[in-house]
């Protein structure tokens, strides 16, 4: 699931997620969490939340520092993961396997990109480290590439096409046209959306946002409420080899909010 903005997509994923894991036949599912609270960072009793509303795992990126108290919580679950190239003495890790519905192991690796965002370590420099790692734990690999740049984002996902099952984007909030298959087996999509409000300038309200790039002058977000959808990617694949076999895009159009 895209990137879940505020409230809004919170509560939109607790009253939905567990009858569309059941209606799509979702064996596993990821979530990206960054903006949960209030649209920037994640609080562990957010975190807790979407993992109730039936995610498997959540994945972070560039606002995951933003809660303090995110920190400790990190560095006891392995449910919730940030990006792996963040400073290595940082709490939590940028790798985690569970188990699907159906009894496979799934491996998600979380990293940021390197372009228009601060990231002490390229992506590059450990990706290659890091996947086999997640090969030699799981059969299915979901690599959560969450990035600015859609050069960089579709260059992740020829890099590692045929070594993992699927890299798909997340971080603009503008979900894309460009779900594939990738010649070795592996699903990409160079970002997966937004599940909050899209009556909104990716999640904030939209005056605010205008005021602020038309005067320049500093302002106080604050999440947007219509127009809420569920967004996401959907994505079939080979138990045993791990091959992607469908990917495409998912939304569900919830209404004002
Ligand atoms: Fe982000």
Redesign the pocket.
């Known amino acids: 699931m895209g990137?879940v903005f505020g409230g809004v997509g919170r509560r939109a994923l607790e009253e939905h997620l567990a009858r569309l894991r059941d209606e799509l036949g979702v064996d596993f599912c990821v979530v990206n969490g960054?903006?949960a609270a209030d649209g920037r960072g994640i609080t562990p009793k957010l975190a807790d939340k979407i993992l109730a509303a039936g995610a498997d795992v959540i994945t972070l990126?560039?606002?995951t520092w933003a809660r303090r108290e995110l920190a400790p919580y990190l560095a006891g679950t392995e449910r919730v993961i940030r990006p792996a190239n963040f400073v290595r003495s940082a709490p939590g890790t940028g790798l985690a396997v569970a188990p699907a519905r159906d009894g496979t192991q799934v491996a998600v690796i979380n990293l940021m990109g390197s372009l228009f965002l601060d990231v002490p370590h390229s992506p590059w420099e450990l990706v290659d480290e890091l996947v086999e790692e997640a090969r030699r734990r799981a059969p299915v690999v979901v690599v959560d590439m969450?990035g600015e740049a859609t050069s960089e984002k579709v260059a992740m996902a020829f890099w590692l096409d045929g070594r993992v099952t699927a890299v798909i984007g997340?971080?603009t909030h503008v979900q894309t046209n460009d779900a594939r298959i990738l010649a070795g087996g592996t699903a990409a999509l160079t970002d997966a959306g937004m599940t909050g409000p899209h009556d909104s300038v990716i999640g904030v309200k939209t005056e605010l946002i205008l005021s602020r790039l038309r005067t320049g002058m500093p302002v106080r977000f604050e999440p947007a409420s219509g127009d809420v959808r569920i967004e996401g990617a959907l994505v079939e694949c080979d138990p045993a080899t791990g091959r992607a076999t469908s990917c495409e895009t998912f939304r569900l159009a919830l209404g004002a909010g």
């Open positions: 990137d960054e903006n990126g560039n606002h969450h997340t971080h």
